[in-house]
């Protein structure tokens, strides 16, 4: 049975948009993974660009009020910023709460390059932690 894990960030545009689309990739099959936010405030553009640039298209997916999810049972709830960390509400039912925090792309400064390979880095990052982390849960 696929394990579920539920994303948090506060607008659920960026960090959070990313590493439900690497999950749903690199783990297909075995996770099945969603997104939200706190305080959702639409897809970056950036985001879904550097997501593209590894082949993987999150340009259809939807910016969302963790309240879509509320009683929805999951396996995993992790945050990916301090703000949603602080804001997550209680999930029930054996989820695994965590916090993984990572830079906050759209704070980046600089020529469009430099803030393109922030994106970049963070993405690299989501992908890195996250395919340790669900390895190393996953194993029988």
Known sequence: MKKKVLFLCTGNSCRSQMAEGIVNLDFAGRIEAFSAGTEPHGLNPRAVEVMAEIGIDISANSSDHISKYEGRP??????????????????????????????????????????????RLVRDEIRGTMREFFERELAP
């Open 74 to 119: 999951f396996d995993y709830v992790i945050t990916l910023c301090g703000d949603a960390n602080e804001k997550c509400p209680l999930f029930f039912g054996g989820v695994k709460r965590l916090h993984m925090g990572f830079e906050d792309p759209p704070r980046a400064t600089g020529t469009e390059e430099e803030i393109m390979n922030v994106y």
